[in-house]
């Protein structure tokens, strides 16, 4: 099975508008490959939301047992440590309204807490995620750690580069860290989502506060078009995918006006149409067909995909050490604190090549 091939299943199993009946009898083929969609669907983070959905569509029975058995012990493994974050959520949220600071869930914590998942096991989650107004972030740092909370220790660079969030936060016997975010994007793509209007048009769900339903795509898009750089290498997430279609869902499937002039927006969608009908309807901008067309081609010629992903990586490495050299080359304490720190800094070039 092709990585296409593969990546096609997922979606149509993912899909609210697949034919069940179509996806059965492909499943159910004596040679299907389930090794090659296991594997892909773990990159892809989307193990349980697979399960789940298989199951919604009625279609378990086509599993091998074993496989059935291994994705339904994972599925209630996740669905617990849910429920835990959950806990952690509205204790958190609690906090916060008590204390009048301007907050918001992000991301799948946000979505979790809000109720966009059929299912609490659907997502796996890692972080809990917390946008908070940027004059109340050290009053809410100090409300955590004044309940326990422990910030991770920070390399020195904390003192020298700008990071979308503080250090992150962990509670003993706790599941997952908090990060309360200053900002939604790296340094140069903040306004493509305001993260005050984010906050001014909040909404209480489950007393819990999360963005409005278009900022939650919004933002769900961007997050992995530009902080995971999914635009940058044409890559498709089918975690961000579901995600997005079930905010979408809940807007009938209209796309809100301002999404729609924004080329992160549309780039991510003119990706998803390659394996989800759900989103086909959305894409009207002809100036897509690049995108389209460089997407299908990088999947048919996987080492062509290899070689530019690649270049694409080395660029980015070259980037971000002429940055370094030049902090270094004027700044005599950043110069200091790298000769104390040699061993881990060369250790972390030797990981980023």
């Known amino acids: 099975m092709t990585p296409f091939q593969a990546y096609q299943i997922i979606a149509d199993i993912l899909s609210f508008k697949s034919d069940s009946e179509v996806l059965k009898t492909r499943l159910a083929h004596s040679d299907f490959d389930w090794d090659a969609l296991v594997v892909h669907a773990s990159q892809h983070v989307v193990l349980p939301t697979l399960y789940l959905r298989l199951k919604q569509k009625s279609l378990l029975s086509v599993l091998p047992a074993d496989l059935r058995d291994y994705l339904e012990e994972l599925t209630d493994i996740n669905r617990n440590r849910n429920i835990s974050l959950l806990r952690d959520v509205h204790t958190i949220s609690k906090l916060f309204q008590n204390h009048d600071i301007?907050?918001?869930?992000?991301?799948?914590?946000?979505?979790?807490?809000?109720?966009?998942?059929?299912?609490l096991g659907e997502r796996m989650i890692g972080d809990i995620d917390i946008l908070v107004s940027e004059h109340q972030l050290e009053a809410a740092n100090n409300v955590l750690i004044s309940e326990n909370y422990k910030p991770r220790k920070q390399t020195f660079g904390v003192k020298y580069f700008e990071h979308r969030h503080l250090p992150r936060l962990v509670l003993a016997n706790s599941l997952a860290a908090v990060e309360l975010h200053k900002s939604l994007f790296f340094k140069g793509q903040k306004a493509l989502l305001n993260k005050e209007?984010?906050?001014?048009?909040?909404?209480?769900?489950?007393?819990?506060?999360?963005?409005?339903?278009?900022?939650?795509?919004?933002?769900?898009?961007?997050?992995?078009?530009?902080?995971?750089?999914?635009?940058?290498?044409?890559?498709?997430?089918?975690?961000?995918?579901?995600?997005?279609?079930?905010?979408?869902?809940?807007?009938?499937?209209?796309?809100?006006?301002?999404?729609?002039?924004?080329?992160?927006?549309?780039?991510?969608?003119?990706?998803?149409?390659?394996?989800?009908?759900?989103?086909?309807?959305?894409?009207?901008?002809?100036?897509?067909?690049?995108?389209?067309?460089y997407y299908n081609f990088k999947q048919r010629h996987p080492s062509f995909s290899y070689s530019i992903d690649y270049l694409f990586r080395s660029f980015l490495f070259i980037k971000f050490l002429f940055s370094r050299l030049k902090l270094f080359l004027i700044n005599k304490d950043y110069r200091k604190d790298v000769f104390n720190n040699y061993n881990r800094i060369f250790e972390r070039l030797k990981g980023k090549s």
């Open 197 to 293: 209007c984010v906050l001014n048009s909040k909404q209480l769900i489950n007393q819990v506060y999360v963005p409005a339903n278009n900022h939650l795509l919004h933002h769900c898009i961007l997050n992995w078009q530009i902080n995971d750089r999914g635009n940058y290498y044409s890559r498709v997430s089918f975690r961000s995918i579901y995600d997005s279609l079930l905010i979408l869902n809940k807007a009938q499937g209209v796309l809100p006006d301002e999404l729609e002039a924004d080329r992160f927006v549309i780039n991510f969608l003119c990706l998803s149409t390659v394996y989800f009908k759900d989103v086909q309807h959305l894409i009207k901008d002809k100036k897509t067909f690049f995108k389209l067309s």
């Open 102 to 119: 301007e907050h918001v869930f992000l991301k799948g914590t946000g979505l979790l807490a809000a109720g966009y998942y059929i299912d």
